[in-house]
């Protein structure tokens, strides 16, 4: 196991909301940061605050605009 940083892969125009891992993470280990903040998992229709996962796939509830940082920490 390792852990890596990585951002997560996809448009950030403040309307897409699906954004890629460049790795399968283990189940569980990853911690999505969208700017300053680590959002929350949840199984489906994320709020703003919260994200889901399926596969490398991350799904957010707010969509980042350009200027936004968007990244995570994961195992592998």
């Known amino acids: 196991m ?9 448009v950030k125009n403040g309307v897409n909301t699906t954004f890629t891992l460049p ?12 700017n300053t903040s680590a959002l929350y998992k949840v199984v489906v229709s994320p709020g703003v605050t919260q994200y889901t996962l399926s596969g490398q796939t991350v ?15 994961y195992e592998i």
């Open 2 to 10: 390792a852990l890596k940083r990585a951002d997560l892969t996809g």
């Open 23 to 34: 790795d399968l993470p283990l189940a569980n280990s990853e911690v999505i940061i969208f």
């Open 59 to 73: 799904t957010l509830g707010l969509a980042p605009a350009s200027t936004d940082d968007l990244w995570a920490y």
